[in-house]
């Protein structure tokens, strides 16, 4: 199973700073047949179910603010927030789809510091 | 636009077994792109995919290590729906189980709870 690690656990950021989440897989999730890498992100509040922010590890969905951005390649991805706004605080979490099984990161939490 | 309906009891005793069904609009079950997944999210662990079902001129199933013992996933082509048998379950299998399509999810649902408990 390729196991995605998360990092921090938690993180407390000042509203307008970036928030920088890392995710990390225990194998390559880059796909051969169009060179992407096979990585999503996902974002959760409170009591709703989780909302896809970014997939191809860099392609933001439609409808999701710019100011959130994939980032990496191979093993290692990031999601940024560059510039934290309240309506972002939220569990965080990465999936890889290269294999089944697919597996989730443990998430992060971001607050308001 | 893909839209999912699950359905299914949200409370089951020690066990019995876990029947869960999603019907799906704006998609066939049986599309040869397509793949039809289960996944549970609880707080002891986390996001956790089940399995899947897909039609590749025939169909395939694929399943976690952690349930394969007690899983099936199965889909109806004439209900254009897919459904998920979880036998024996216990209070861990206790979680708000989602119904989705494809290899990245975009749309999840409400997702249903399900309770294992005596």
């Known amino acids: 199973d390729i196991v995605m690690t998360q990092s921090p656990d938690s993180l407390a950021v000042s509203l307008g700073e970036r928030a920088t989440i890392n995710c990390k897989s225990s194998?390559?999730?880059?796909?051969?047949?169009?060179?992407?890498?096979?990585l999503a992100w996902y974002q959760q509040k409170t009591g709703q179910p989780p909302k896809m922010l970014i997939y191809w590890a860099t392609t933001r969905e439609s409808g999701v603010p710019d100011r959130f951005s994939g980032g990496g390649s191979g093993t290692d991805f990031t999601l940024t927030i560059s510039s934290l706004q309240a309506e972002d605080v939220a569990v965080y979490y990465c999936q890889q789809y290269y294999t089944t099984p697919l597996t989730f990161g443990g998430g992060t939490k971001v607050e308001i510091k | 636009q893909l839209h999912l309906q699950l359905s299914g009891p949200g409370l089951l005793k020690p066990s019995q077994t876990l029947s869960l069904t999603c019907a799906i609009s704006g998609d066939s079950v049986s599309s040869s792109s397509a793949a039809w997944n289960w996944i549970r999210q609880s707080p002891s662990r986390g996001l956790e995919w089940l399995g899947r079902?897909?039609?590749?001129?025939?169909?395939?199933?694929d399943y976690a290590v952690s349930v394969r013992s007690r899983i099936t996933i199965s889909a109806d082509t004439s209900k254009n729906q897919f459904s998920l048998q979880l036998n024996s379950v216990t209070p861990e299998d206790t979680a708000i189980y989602y119904c989705?399509?494809?290899?990245?999810?975009?749309?999840w649902g409400q997702g249903t709870l399900v309770t294992v408990s005596s």
């Open positions: 079902t897909y039609y590749r001129s025939q169909w395939y199933n």
């Open positions: 194998q390559s999730v880059l796909l051969s047949s169009n060179n992407k890498d096979s």
């Open positions: 989705l399509g494809g290899y990245f999810f975009a749309n």
